[in-house]
């Protein structure tokens, strides 16, 4: 009876452990947003399909993916460590998983580490290219978490970051850096670059009085709501620029239309005297223009 005490004890000791790991990551994961994988996974997919002509081999598409999960993961626990002394500051962020206390830097350094490393093999099991990329790919992603503390251009170096998806998907599949590829990541840039100003708007008090850098920082929320439009103008150009170079079809230009009339509605949600739906239009609208993105040139690519 002691002997079957003591293992029952053990199980449940070890099985609390586990428990408690897996808490611990679930609670990295919510607080990573993992569901923002949304805005860089379709145009990574949509790049794929673009190279392939058509389908992408079933392979290959899912190394793709696992190295967009492994590099996403890795850049936002990097940002995480790197900001948590501004985050425990802010008061939009001080609830996040380390200035809270819901998860220690250890984990976070854990959590980052297996990350890159998931996303250095998925790079060595695609192409020797991807592979010779990816450390470069990595320092990008992660030198954004320290862009705020010198210049106002940090959304420029995250919709540059962000971009890395659609340039990196078609490396994946061709081992070639293309101009159809470099127009979609300039897409994404620009893209990136305005609903991160309209993003950063929350955080202009917190970033004046902890000399951190930003638009609406810099030139007031007004004029960075303006600018913002402006960088989704020019994002819509390069989408219909790359239906001239690519020889999308009809697909994909009702798509690009329906994308517009999207960015259009986000830019109506917020206004300088009234940013309660920043979140609306920061996550649920361009979640949606990502996807029918996707969908629209994956129609366009296998259709006929």
């Known amino acids: 009876m002691g002997c079957f005490s003591n293992h029952l004890f053990l199980y449940i000791n070890l099985l609390g452990v586990q428990l408690g790991f897996l808490n611990k990551i679930k609670t990295i994961f919510t607080d990573i947003k993992i569901q923002h994988t949304v805005f860089a996974l379709p145009f990574a997919v949509m790049s794929a399909f673009l190279a392939a002509e058509g389908a992408p081999e ?12 492994g590099a996403r993961n890795g850049a936002m626990a990097f ?31 854990f959590f980052l580490i297996v990350s890159s490393v998931v996303f250095l093999f ?29 210049t106002s251009l940090s959304h420029l170096w995250l919709g540059v970051a962000i971009s890395i998806a659609p340039v990196g998907a078609w490396v994946a599949v061709r081992e070639e850096i293309s101009i159809e590829s470099l127009i979609l990541g300039a897409a994404v840039v620009f893209w990136l670059v305005g609903f991160d100003i309209i993003y950063s708007c929350m955080d202009v008090d917190s970033d004046r009085s902890n000399n951190l850098h930003s638009i609406p920082q810099k030139l007031g929320v007004e004029t960075a709501l303006n600018l913002a439009f402006v960088s989704h103008c020019v994002m819509i150009l390069f989408l219909l620029l790359l239906l001239f170079i690519s020889g999308l079809g009809g697909f994909y230009l ?8 999207l960015l259009f509605y986000e830019h109506s949600l917020v206004r300088a005297d009234d940013l309660s739906n920043v979140n609306i239009a920061f996550f649920n609208v361009n979640g949606v223009i990502s996807v029918l993105l996707m969908v629209f040139v994956i129609l366009d690519c296998t259709w006929y």
């Open 122 to 150: 998925s790079a060595f099991m695609l192409n020797s290219l991807a592979f010779i990329l990816s450390p470069i790919a990595l320092g990008i992603i992660f030198g954004y978490s320290f862009a705020k503390r010198f």
């Open 79 to 109: 940002n995480r460590i790197a900001d948590s002394k501004f985050d425990r500051l802010n008061p939009r962020t001080k609830g996040r998983a380390l200035p809270a206390g819901y998860a220690t830097a250890k984990q976070y350094w």
């Open 58 to 69: 079933l392979g290959t598409l899912a190394w793709i993916l696992i190295a967009l999960f």
């Open 254 to 261: 009702f798509g690009v239309i329906l994308a517009s009339g």
